[in-house]
């Protein structure tokens, strides 16, 4: 029997600029495909047709303590990737002690900033969801999922999910 890896430490960074000791939680993104029932002629049953990534897939929530200026002015960022964040987490295990690095890159821009109750003396912190066109995770610095929205590329363990789609189209 063995313990989970659980996150012990965890840091967030916003176009290279670090929120040590300012991020409160992130909502690391959901891996999430879009299936459609199918059931053709003499088929006894349907089955899920992969059509991509799924429609709400591409969101990472973050909050950090108080307010940011920053943020702020990456607001109506003209590009799909403008800005990137990268989490770092270190997991550990309970059981045997091993650590094992989690960093997760995207890029992308920010949809809303909910600044949530503001009230001297309590708690204020700042949410952000980010859409991200791009999306990396690595595990101990291994690749292991790597999504490039505008550039067609969906790689997983190294291999290019959508290289034959590509060379089919011309590019």
Do not use: C
Not at 60 to 83: C, H, M, P, R, Y
């Amino acid at each position: 029997m063995g313990l989970p890896r659980k996150l012990k430490m965890m840091d967030l960074f916003n176009d290279g600029n670090s929120y040590l000791g300012q991020t409160g939680e992130v909502t690391i993104p959901k891996l999430v495909r879009k299936f459609e029932d199918w059931r053709g002629g003499g088929m006894n049953g349907n089955v899920k047709i992969d059509l991509g990534l799924g429609d709400d897939a591409t969101e990472f929530n973050w909050k950090l303590g108080g307010i940011d200026s920053l943020i702020l002015e990456q607001w109506g960022a003209a590009t799909v990737a403008a800005n990137m964040l990268r989490f770092a987490g270190s997991y550990q295990r309970d059981d045997t002690g091993e650590t094992t690095a989690v960093e997760i890159v995207v890029r992308g821009r920010h949809e809303e900033i909910d600044f949530g109750n503001q009230k001297a003396g309590d708690d204020t912190e700042t949410s952000v969801k980010t859409i991200w066109s791009y999306y990396k995770l690595s595990i101990d610095g291994v690749e292991k999922i790597l999504i490039d929205i505008p550039n067609m590329i969906e790689r997983v363990n190294g291999v290019d999910l959508l290289e034959k789609h590509k060379a089919n189209i011309g590019h």
